[in-house]
Structure formats: C-alpha cells, structure tokens
C-alpha cells in the first residue's frame, strides 16, 4: 500500500470524476433504443455494459471497507440503469472521502474496478457509433473534470 495515502486518494477521486465525465457524455442524448443495441448474438448490450458498470462500483464501494464482495444484477431499463450509475458513482466519491487509508489499496482499487470502468465507457463510446449515434470528440486533456462532480450534469467540452 502506498505510504502516501492522502495524495493516492485524491487521484482515486480524480479518477472516478473522469469516469463520470467521459460515461456522462457517452450516455447523454443517446437514443431510446441504445440500451438495447446489440452487434453481434454474443456481445453485451449497452444497458447490459452499464448494469456491470454499476456493479463494479458496488464492488468499489465495499474495497473501501475492506470488504471484497461482487454480486451480478440484473440489468434495468436503459434510464433507471443510467439513475444507477451515477449514482454509484456519488456513493463511491463519498466512500473514497472516508475511506480508511490502512484498508484501501490504491493501486490495486485502481487497476481493478476503475480501469475496468474505464475501458467499458470506451466501449459504449464505440457502440454509440455503430448505432449511427457517435458521441463528438474533445481534448479530454483539456476537459473540465473536478473530484466530487460526478453526475450526469457535467461542464460542457471545450471547444
């Protein structure tokens, strides 16, 4: 476990701000019929990707406890999976705020549920674009992301 606590704990929640940001955009003004999307008879839907999502935060939230519990779920309806997500995010922003420092691991909370969360929002991102919906590009560099905004409302891209 990293010596420097505090520091790694914030990046966490710089992190989980960036998953926020770039899933916010991923999701919003997405068509009625995304969740359901399908590429191939063996691929995961878009609402299936985000029910796993939700679920990996879940997992987030208990590592910040010392707690290592996973449990699949069902997936919802695209809206209420979409409610789901961002609001695990918020709880896990909250969980990392008090987490215990002697518990949480940061590289490995890093490399497990977060990298996970990552690689899946570029994998709707993608989805949106065979769905003849693609999300516009931006300087993510330049992206206005701030640990604790987390929610769907994001500040807009720079142009």
């Known amino acids: 476990m990293s010596q420097t606590a505090e520091p790694s704990v914030a990046f966490l929640r710089h992190v989980v701000a960036t998953i926020g940001y770039r899933a916010a955009k991923v999701v919003r003004d997405a068509p009625e019929s995304f969740g359901d999307f399908r590429i191939g008879p063996t691929t995961r839907t878009p609402r299936q990707i985000l029910a796993h999502m939700g679920d990996l935060l879940d997992w987030a939230k208990g590592l910040t406890c010392g707690r290592y519990e996973w449990q699949d779920s069902e997936p919802l309806v695209w809206p209420s999976e979409v409610g789901r997500f961002f609001g695990g995010l918020e709880e896990l922003d909250r969980h ?33 674009r065979l769905a003849d919906s693609p999300v516009r590009g931006e300087s993510y560099y330049r992206s206005e992301i701030a640990a604790g905004r987390v929610g769907l409302e994001q500040e807009d891209p720079p142009r």
């Open 96 to 128: 990392l705020r008090a987490a215990d420092p002697a518990v949480l691991d940061p590289e490995r909370f890093f490399q497990g549920p977060l990298a996970d969360a990552l690689t899946h929002v570029g994998q709707l991102a993608m989805l949106r």
